[in-house]
Each structure stands twice: as structure tokens, then as C-alpha cells.
Nanobody
């Protein structure tokens, strides 16, 4: 089970920190991704991190603003989002897959329920 938290309403330029708490799986054996989706559009990968934390991925639009991290001891992953923009508004989902990073939703095995992030201009 994956449970996201930390979403909310923030003004442009502000920050939020999303958390994804995992239970019932060997979290340290899974790569983890943060996706986002706007109603009527496809789910897109925002950032991902390998099982060890040694490899990370960011989509171009968030590079330099978002930071992904994980705490395998605490079975939790994070997405620190700084300098937020209105176009970052979406439902954010965390998902996991075994070991290595992938960039498409179909490659991920388990999903959280999502948390809404709204950035006002």
C-alpha cells in the first residue's frame, strides 16, 4: 500500500513537500516514481528514483525546482517541490516498480491514491 500526503493549495513561487509512505512491500527493492495527472490528460512522470537512491530522473519542466529522495529505513519517499508554478497543478501519484527506474505508467506495479496540488497565480 502506498499513501501520499502533503498536497494542498499554494501560491506561485511557494513550496510543498509530498510524502509517499509504503507498507506491505519490500520498499528498499523498488524504484519509486512520482506522476501527475490533470483531468483529461495522460498521467506523466515527474520524477523517479532507483531502489538505492543512486539514480534519479526528472522531467524537463521540473528540473532545478523539484527534488526526489527516499528513506528506505522509514519506507518513505519524498518530492520536494520549490518555486511552484500554476502549471504544476495536478493530482500527484506515487508508484513503485521493482529495482530500476522506468518512465511510463504501465511499468509501475503499485499506486497510491493521489494527492491534489493546486498552485494559484
Amino acid at each position: 500500500q502506498l499513501v501520499e500526503s502533503g498536497g494542498g493549495l499554494v501560491q506561485a513561487g511557494g513550496s510543498l513537500r509530498l510524502s509517499c509512505a509504503a507498507s506491505g512491500l519490500a520498499f528498499g527493492s523498488y524504484a519509486m516514481g512520482w506522476f501527475r495527472q490533470v483531468l483529461g490528460t495522460e498521467r506523466e512522470l515527474v520524477s523517479a528514483i532507483s531502489w538505492s537512491g543512486g539514480s534519479t530522473y526528472y522531467t524537463d519542466s521540473v528540473k532545478g525546482r523539484f527534488t526526489i529522495s527516499r528513506d528506505n529505513t522509514g519506507n518513505t519517499a519524498y518530492l520536494q517541490m520549490n518555486r511552484l508554478k500554476p502549471e504544476d497543478t495536478a493530482v500527484y501519484y506515487c508508484a513503485v516498480r521493482p529495482w530500476a527506474i522506468a518512465t511510463t505508467p504501465d511499468k509501475f506495479s503499485f499506486w497510491g491514491q493521489g494527492t491534489q496540488v493546486t498552485v494559484s497565480s
